[in-house]
Nanobody, 124 residues
Framework: QVQLVESGGGLVQAGGSLRLSCAASGQTFTRYNMGWFRQAPGKEREFVAG????????YSSDSVKGRFTISRDNAKNTVYLEMNSLKPEDTDVYYC?????????????????WGQGTQVTVST
């Protein structure tokens, strides 16, 4: 079992920045690929970014590429999502996820563990 707790969400103006953190506890953090997803009410959960267990490879969706950066600190059992140039359409609940599969997948149903989510609101 892995427990995930997100933090860092909030209200920011368009063009601003936020950094989300996800603290993991339980089983060995370095065994897991980590990902960030987001979801708006009534919509499907959307892949935002992912990072392999060793941190050597990262992935991001086209909608955030060049603006969001995922990273991890295995010594702190924490994964981060640095979000820059935020847009109103980035407003969502952001979720951290963990998975032990070989590859990082954008399919939410393939991820094993989830945090409770943190709200990000971008105002115009």
């Amino acid at each position: 079992q892995v427990q995930l707790v997100e933090s860092g969400g909030g209200l920011v103006q368009a063009g601003g920045s936020l950094r989300l953190s996800c603290a993991a506890s339980g089983q060995t953090f370095t065994r897991y690929n980590m990902g960030w997803f987001r979801q708006a009410p009534g919509k499907e959960r959307e892949f935002v970014a992912g990072i392999t267990w060793i941190g050597s490879t990262t992935y991001s969706s086209d909608s955030v590429k060049g603006r969001f950066t995922i990273s991890r600190d295995n010594a702190k059992n924490t994964v981060y999502l640095e979000m820059n140039s935020l847009k109103p359409e980035d407003t969502d609940v952001y979720y951290c996820a963990a998975d032990r599969r070989v590859v990082v997948t954008p399919r939410p149903n393939s991820w094993d563990y989830w945090g409770q989510g943190t709200q990000v609101t971008v105002s115009t």
